[in-house]
């Protein structure tokens, strides 16, 4: 069955610093899809990346980065430079074996503390 | 675009009873997955509905179950309520197609059971 370890219960920082939250999955399919969600204390799930196991290019969009490693089963999301509004709970997240990114088994959640 | 709207926010119920939340999924989507995410917890897949009917389900009983209306919106009904159902239930629409594609989640319903 799929899984999805995210070992960091909880990080603290201070505002500016850098905070690198890790995912480690488990998995039988070949090919399959990687996702990262964020929890802001609205409720609201948020989608923030989706990765294929095909392309373990590491990818950067803004502040965020994300490192991809097959080899580790590995999926780490980076926040540079963090500041106070990323605080949130942060997820990742696979498909159900055979599946695709619509159904997801979820990790239990990092949550993120960014002080200022 | 309007996103996925879910009601209502909150809702109180008894041991035993019956409820029913209903989530209106985001324009332009013809699925509807519901997760339930327990205090702490990361969401738990519940089922999946695309064309009115169920289109996979997780390790839930049935007394848990859905509707899809033509309109796509949907409801999750769940009978016979345990304490164990309090939980944020959340609502997620996506274009069901080939290939991986993101799903859009609404604010959730938080049920408390007493």
């Known amino acids: 069955a799929q899984k999805v370890t995210q070992a960091q219960t909880e990080i603290s920082v201070v505002e500016k610093e850098d905070v690198t939250l890790d995912c480690v999955y488990e998995?039988?399919?070949?090919?399959?899809?990687l996702f990262w969600y964020k929890q802001p204390p609205s409720g609201e799930l948020v989608f923030l990346i989706r990765r294929n196991s095909f392309d373990e290019q590491n990818e950067i969009s803004g502040r965020y980065s994300w490192n991809f490693q097959k080899s580790t089963s590995s999926f780490n999301f980076t926040i540079t430079a963090s500041q106070v509004v990323d605080s949130a709970v942060y997820f990742c997240?696979?498909?159900?074996?055979?599946?695709?990114?619509?159904?997801?088994?979820f990790g239990a959640g990092t949550i993120l503390r960014v002080k200022s | 675009e309007t996103g996925v709207t879910q009601s209502p926010t909150h809702l109180i119920k008894t041991r035993g009873q019956q409820v029913t939340l209903r989530c209106s999924s985001q324009s332009g989507h013809n699925t509807v997955s519901w997760y339930q995410q327990a205090l702490g917890q990361g969401p738990q897949f519940i089922f999946q509905?695309?064309?009115?009917?169920?289109?996979g389900r997780g390790n839930f009983p049935p007394r848990f179950s859905g509707l899809q209306f033509p309109n796509y919106s949907s409801e999750l009904n769940v009978n016979a309520l345990e304490l164990d159902d309090s939980a944020l239930y959340l609502c997620a629409s996506s274009l069901f197609g080939t290939g991986a594609y993101e799903q859009y989640f609404g604010p959730g319903t938080r049920l408390t059971v007493t």
């Open positions: 998995t039988r399919d070949t090919t399959y899809y």
């Open positions: 509905y695309y064309r009115e009917e169920e289109n």
């Open positions: 997240a696979l498909p159900p074996r055979g599946e695709y990114g619509n159904k997801l088994v």
